[in-house]
């Protein structure tokens, strides 16, 4: 829209294979973001939008009073990246959605990415990921988890 304000869409996927117990998570979400801070080496940006959240699958899927239903909700999310040089960075994300059942049902994940990118091109990185998972619909309720990865940057 201009060099600040931003449309997005965007969905977040909660799957644990490994999770022999509970229910996953699905949720999509589209808006407007806004960058409050805009440097080469720092951005800050928030949004806010619409969304959909289900709630489904795993073993305790057919105890779960909520498992197999979609509620309307909406996101709200902070991100903060800062590249201290052309060989790493480091990504905040706070993604809160309150999905519309009970009241507000609270959805929220928090993430660090630290990101090194060994070849100067950029494109190339090796991450070490960390996720802080609260979400009231889903079983189990608190599911954090901690990865390493290896990619390319397709932006």
């Known amino acids: 829209?201009?060099?600040?304000?931003h449309?997005?869409?965007?969905?977040?996927f909660n799957y644990d294979t490994l999770n022999f117990s509970g229910t996953e998570a699905f949720e999509s979400s589209i808006?407007?973001?806004y960058d409050l801070i805009k440097t080469s080496k720092t951005r800050l940006t928030v949004s806010l939008g619409p969304s959909i959240e289900q709630i489904w699958g795993g073993?305790?899927?057919n105890t779960d009073p909520v498992c197999g239903q979609t509620f309307a909700a909406t996101t709200a999310r902070a991100e903060l990246e800062w590249k201290p040089s052309s060989a790493a960075?480091?990504?905040l994300t706070n993604t809160y959605t309150g999905a519309y059942v009970n009241g507000i049902s609270t959805n929220n994940i928090f993430s660090i990415a630290l990101k090194v990118f060994p070849i100067n091109n950029q494109r190339l990185f090796t991450s070490l990921n960390g996720q802080?998972?609260?979400n009231e619909l889903r079983s189990p309720k608190v599911?954090?988890?901690i990865s390493i990865q290896m990619g390319v940057k397709l932006d």
């Open 89 to 91: 960075s480091l990504t």
């Open 1 to 5: 829209m201009n060099s600040r304000l």
């Open 132 to 134: 802080k998972i609260y």
């Open 59 to 61: 073993d305790g899927c």
């Open 143 to 145: 599911n954090n988890n």
């Open 31 to 33: 808006g407007l973001g």
């Open 7 to 12: 449309a997005y869409a965007g969905a977040h």
